[in-house]
Nanobody
Framework: QVQLVESGGGSVQAGGSLRLSCAASGYPSSTVYLAWFRQAPGKAREGVAAIYTGTRVTYYSDSVKGRFTISRDGTKNTLYLQMNSLKPEDTATYYC??????????????????WGQGTQVTVSS
């Protein structure tokens, strides 16, 4: 059973940085996508970034490309999201998620069966 536990959210002023962590366990590490999604009130869940553990190829949404970096420490089974140059529109609950390879794009939330509980990120102007 896959278990995901996020941490590291908080409040920050625009232009600031935060690093989210997601402790992951229970998956075959060579064959999954690990991703960060976010959801703001009244909006759909949005794919932010993902990493394919087999090749360590990374993916980003256009809205965060160049500002956010996804990484994974395989020895600690921990996924990270380094968020720099934060903007008020980055305010949301951030979730980590895991899925097997299934042919669907990394940003399709419905493809992910395992989710963390979420961590709140608030960026003030």
């Amino acid at each position: 059973q896959v278990q995901l536990v996020e941490s590291g959210g908080g409040s920050v002023q625009a232009g600031g940085s935060l690093r989210l962590s997601c402790a992951a366990s229970g998956y075959p590490s060579s064959t999954v996508y690990l991703a960060w999604f976010r959801q703001a009130p009244g909006k759909a869940r949005e794919g932010v970034a993902a990493i394919y553990t087999g090749t360590r190829v990374t993916y980003y949404s256009d809205s965060v490309k160049g500002r956010f970096t996804i990484s994974r420490d395989g020895t600690k089974n921990t996924l990270y999201l380094q968020m720099n140059s934060l903007k008020p529109e980055d305010t949301a609950t951030y979730y980590c998620a895991a899925k097997s390879v299934d042919g669907r794009a990394w940003y399709v939330a419905a493809a992910y069966r395992s989710w963390g509980q979420g961590t709140q990120v608030t960026v003030s102007s």
